[in-house]
């Protein structure tokens, strides 16, 4: 599967299915591509070949921590500029600021909102849009 560019693309990387299905409906009203993606391994290979305008990144998989896909994406010079929000039941207070450390563009905590995820999902995105017309 290739990412469409004509469209905002959203890559959800979670192992619980059910967060996959919370995401999408919050955002089924907003002008978003959802690609969800169940193991960190799939979202790193899936990563290789595509370039999402945002990813959402769970902290608690089976195959590779959060934080370490974290690394890995940030490492990829064509996804370096991506933006992650972390969304994670975790709300320990130094993996937050170790998950910001590491590239995060900010952290969600579970159970979440709609309007919340709405408004950090619009504002990584118009951020990054705006960074991006920067380096032009």
């Known amino acids: 599967m290739l990412i469409d560019n004509k469209q905002t693309t959203i890559v959800v990387i979670d192992d619980d ?14 002008p978003y591509k959802i690609i969800s993606l169940l193991r960190g391994e799939t979202a790193l290979t899936f990563l290789l070949m ?13 195959d590779f921590s ?9 490492s990829y010079k064509h996804l370096s500029g991506v933006p992650i929000i972390m969304v994670t ?26 309007s919340l995820l709405i408004e950090k999902v619009g504002t990584a995105l118009t951020t990054a849009t705006l960074a991006t017309e920067n380096d032009d």
């Open 17 to 30: 299915v059910l967060q996959h299905k919370i995401i999408n409906n919050c955002l089924k009203d907003e």
């Open 66 to 74: 959060g934080i370490e896909i974290l690394q890995r994406i940030k």
């Open 89 to 114: 039941g975790d709300k320990n207070r130094d993996t937050i600021i170790e998950c910001i450390k590491k590239g995060a563009t900010n952290y969600i905590i579970k159970p979440f909102t709609r």
């Open 50 to 62: 595509n370039r999402p305008d945002l990813i959402l990144l769970d902290i608690n998989m089976p």
